[in-house]
């Protein structure tokens, strides 16, 4: 309680004045936690209700005069922050970390951040600055990775399928034979996801009927061809249990090709009704004309 407490004031002074973000150079060295990776649960996230990590992750900060030094100097005050997700390059863009638990200085002259059940949107870069007084001390980047975890988009079937957590189903997709379709995969994940497209699992290449750009594929003029299985495959690479790992997650889009004429077949019906309608009426009403001129003629005979 008294840490937290202390923690708030020490971010409510660092936040007063121009020092939200530092602009002046550190006196000493940042030195922070190597790379840190979330294990997400499965291939698929929303924004607004992101997917919860499988593990915990702690970040730590300290301040040292030099790097071999054996301990951290003094500090009385920090400010953490984040870089925008999914795009980690921004330094303006960085925001103040509100949402996860930071400590205070430990007697080590460390700080942490712990984060507890963290989102899939808690990947990305971190940063942070420590003070002694008025001395601006040191700066620490820090890196949490991530492999790729698709985005569902609003509107947008995204099903995990049992068993292979990191290959998605993206549903059907039905285009009137001639139109155009647009898929797309967006995937958060850190360092940000490379994306490879595949038609019935051969690479498709950028051209005039396939427009490739990152995670958004548009197809044009579509016709029976292209009726097939597509694939977007989403890839990065980074240290993890001390080996350079590539990870992958795909999703597999189904699409379909309805003929332009399809509208036809139900006008096709409907005529034929029609036609099969007035030749039963016409059947019918010459059958009466007839029965009625065969009863005309019999009428002399049964006056006989
Ligand atoms: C995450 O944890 C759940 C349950 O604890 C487990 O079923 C699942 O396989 C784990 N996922 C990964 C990707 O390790
Ligand atoms: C990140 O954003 C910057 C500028 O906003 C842009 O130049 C860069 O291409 C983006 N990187 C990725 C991987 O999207
Ligand atoms: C500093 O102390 C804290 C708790 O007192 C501990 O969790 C942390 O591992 C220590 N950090 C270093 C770098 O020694
Ligand atoms: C795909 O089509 C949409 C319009 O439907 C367009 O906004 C977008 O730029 C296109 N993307 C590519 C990669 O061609
Ligand atoms: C389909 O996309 C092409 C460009 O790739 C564009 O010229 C055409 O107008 C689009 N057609 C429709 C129906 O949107």
Same mark, same amino acid.
């Given at each position: 309680?008294?840490?937290?407490?202390?923690?708030?004031?020490?971010?409510?002074?660092?936040?007063?004045?121009?020092?939200?973000?530092?602009?002046?150079?550190?006196?000493?060295?940042?030195?922070?936690?190597?790379?840190?990776?979330?294990?997400?649960?499965?291939?698929?996230?929303?924004?607004?209700?992101?997917?919860?990590?499988?593990?915990?992750?702690?970040? =730590?900060?300290?301040?040292?005069?030099?790097?071999?030094?054996? @301990?951290?100097?003094?500090?009385?005050?920090?400010?953490?922050?984040?870089?925008?997700?999914?795009?980690? @390059?921004?330094?303006?863009?960085?925001? %103040?970390?509100? %949402?996860?638990?930071?400590?205070?200085?430990?007697?080590?002259?460390? !700080?942490?951040?712990?984060? $507890?059940?963290?989102?899939?949107?808690?990947?990305?870069?971190?940063?942070?600055?420590?003070?002694?007084? &008025?001395?601006?001390?040191?700066?620490?980047?820090?890196?949490?990775?991530?492999?790729? !975890?698709?985005?569902?988009?609003?509107?947008?079937?995204? &099903?995990?399928?049992?068993?292979?957590?990191?290959?998605?189903?993206?549903?059907?997709?039905?285009?009137? /034979?001639?139109?155009?379709?647009?898929? #797309?995969?967006?995937?958060?994940?850190?360092?940000?996801?490379?994306?490879?497209?595949?038609? $019935?699992?051969?690479?498709?290449?950028?051209?005039?009927?396939?427009?490739?750009?990152?995670?958004?594929? *548009?197809?044009?003029?579509?016709?029976?061809?292209?009726?097939?299985?597509?694939?977007?495959?989403? #890839?990065?690479?980074?240290?993890?249990?001390?080996?350079?790992?590539? =990870?992958?997650? #795909?999703?597999?889009? *189904?699409?379909?090709?309805?003929?332009?004429?399809?509208?036809?077949?139900?006008?096709?019906?409907?005529?034929?009704?029609?036609?099969?309608?007035? !030749?039963?009426?016409?059947?019918? /009403?010459?059958?009466?004309?007839?029965? /009625?001129? $065969?009863?005309? &003629?019999?009428?002399?005979?049964?006056?006989?």
């Amino acid at each position: 309680m008294v840490l937290r407490l202390t923690l708030v004031l020490a971010l409510t002074i660092g936040l007063v004045g121009a020092n939200r973000i530092p602009t002046t150079k550190p006196l000493e060295n940042g030195v922070g936690s190597p790379a840190l990776v979330l294990e997400p649960r499965n291939g698929k996230t929303t924004l607004k209700h992101p997917t919860i990590a499988n593990n915990s992750i702690s970040l =730590f900060c300290g301040s040292k005069k030099n790097i071999e030094d054996s @301990t951290y100097s003094e500090i009385d005050r920090v400010l953490w922050s984040k870089y925008p997700t999914p795009n980690t @390059t921004n330094v303006l863009e960085a925001k %103040e970390v509100t %949402e996860f638990e930071a400590t205070a200085p430990a007697s080590n002259n460390t !700080v942490s951040l712990n984060i $507890n059940k963290p989102p899939a949107t808690a990947v990305g870069k971190y940063r942070c600055d420590l003070w002694k007084g &008025d001395e601006y001390k040191a700066t620490g980047n820090l890196m949490v990775y991530m492999r790729p !975890v698709f985005i569902q988009e609003e509107n947008m079937r995204l &099903d995990v399928i049992e068993g292979s957590p990191f290959e998605l189903n993206g549903g059907g997709y039905t285009t009137v /034979e001639g139109g155009n379709l647009s898929l #797309t995969c967006r995937a958060l994940g850190n360092p940000e996801p490379i994306y490879k497209w595949e038609m $019935n699992g051969k690479p498709i290449k950028n051209d005039k009927k396939f427009s490739i750009r990152n995670h958004v594929m *548009n197809i044009s003029g579509v016709s029976e061809v292209d009726r097939s299985e597509y694939k977007c495959i989403a #890839t990065n690479t980074f240290t993890k249990d001390g080996r350079e790992q590539t =990870f992958t997650s #795909t999703v597999t889009f *189904n699409v379909r090709i309805k003929s332009k004429l399809a509208w036809l077949w139900p006008l096709l019906v409907i005529i034929v009704t029609a036609i099969l309608l007035a !030749v039963i009426i016409i059947a019918c /009403e010459y059958r009466r004309k007839k029965h /009625e001129r $065969n009863t005309r &003629d019999l009428e002399p005979e049964e006056d006989d």
